[in-house]
């Protein structure tokens, strides 16, 4: 199986556009991880920005099997946000 990663952020975030645009930069290498991606817009699905405790965008969980494996947030830059899904793809699916 493979993990879920959750991409919330709004819509006006300039910290969310550089998100964006450094991921989709980078969505060949991460097209290589077993990820699964959903993206909320959390000023649309508030509910569910207040489920999971955000207190700032962007803000990406993980899951694996149901089971939340932990936050990055605020977007560190591509680099560490690689090295970081890489370790959780290695600990948790190898």
């Known amino acids: 199986t493979e993990l879920v990663g959750v991409f919330f952020w709004g819509h006006q975030c300039p910290n969310c556009e550089v998100a964006k645009n450094s991921l989709n930069e980078n969505r060949e290498i991460l097209k290589t991880l077993p990820i699964t991606w959903y993206h909320v817009n959390v000023y649309e699905d508030f509910e569910l920005g207040t ?31 690689l090295e970081a899904l890489q370790k959780l793809v290695k600990d948790h699916l190898r």
């Open 51 to 81: 489920r999971f405790g955000l207190h700032g965008i962007p803000t990406f969980l993980f899951f694996h099997k149901q089971k939340k494996l932990g936050r990055i947030s605020p977007y560190p830059g591509i680099d560490p946000f």
